[in-house]
């Protein structure tokens, strides 16, 4: 297994441009999240999806974000437009829902990291 | 959800045990007990987890105390590659609860 893969690995780009990160997790798996990371907030989580439905969104900052997952093997987080802010580490993860829902556990892909200038 | 309190930062010598300590007072008796591990410019990694008992697993070993209000990871014999920040989360089992909340963790440091 590959493990959950996230594209790009580094992205720079300038104020006001959209940002697209993408996300492919773990075959089988029923859940998908999204979490950000910066030196200030820690890892905090935006989004996470169960059977390519979203269910909790109320991480995600503001409209400027948005999280999409058409099909079970393929996310995104868009940031249209990105400011310095959104600059951060945006990891994926995924999971197998279990019979022992407190014993899942996830499985994180390495991350895209994000500047924005 | 119940919160986790760790110390900041540790150190240890390589190829010596270490003891890592997480306070959870409020924990609930749905909770489990789980830990992650963020090596450096890599996303985190499961560690190990348990609800009542110790566990073991080949990456380390997991304490956890009578009442359940606090708990040890305990890695046997640590190398250079076991520095990180480990996190301490309490997981609820209800379902429908699947936010996994990372709090600021313990940076471990291991002395060659």
């Known amino acids: 297994d590959a493990g959950v893969i996230q594209s790009p690995r580094h992205e720079v780009t300038e104020m006001g441009q959209e940002v697209t990160l993408r996300c492919k997790p773990i075959?089988?798996?029923?859940?998908l999240f999204w979490y950000r990371q910066t030196m200030m907030r820690g890892l905090e989580l935006l989004i996470y999806?169960?059977?390519?439905?979203?269910?909790?969104d109320s991480g995600m900052p503001e409209d400027r974000f948005s999280a999409k997952m058409p099909n079970a093997s393929f996310s995104t987080l868009k940031i249209q437009p990105s400011e310095p802010r959104d600059s951060a580490v945006y990891f994926c993860?995924?999971?197998?829902?279990?019979?022992?829902?407190?014993?899942?556990?996830?499985?994180f892909g390495a991350g895209s990291r994000l500047t924005v200038l | 959800d119940a919160k986790t309190t760790q110390p900041n930062s540790m150190e240890s010598n390589e190829e010596e045990p270490v003891h890592l300590p997480c306070n959870h007072s409020?924990?609930?008796?749905?909770?489990?007990i789980h830990w992650y591990r963020q090596l450096p410019s890599q996303g985190p990694e499961y560690v190990i987890h348990?609800?009542?008992s110790n566990v073991n697993n080949r990456m380390a070993s997991l304490a956890i105390a009578e009442d359940r209000k606090s708990s040890t990871l305990i890695l046997h014999r640590a190398t250079l590659r076991d520095a990180a920040v480990y996190y301490c989360?309490?997981?609820?089992?209800?379902?429908?609860?699947?936010?996994?909340?990372f709090g600021t963790g313990t940076r471990l440091t291991i002395i060659p």
């Open positions: 993860a995924s999971r197998l829902q279990g019979t022992r829902t407190g014993a899942n556990v996830l499985t």
């Open positions: 075959s089988g798996h029923d859940y």
């Open positions: 999806f169960n059977n390519n439905v979203p269910i909790d």
């Open positions: 409020t924990i609930s008796g749905t909770d489990y």
């Open positions: 348990g609800l009542t």
């Open positions: 989360i309490l997981r609820d089992s209800n379902f429908g609860n699947e936010k996994l909340t």
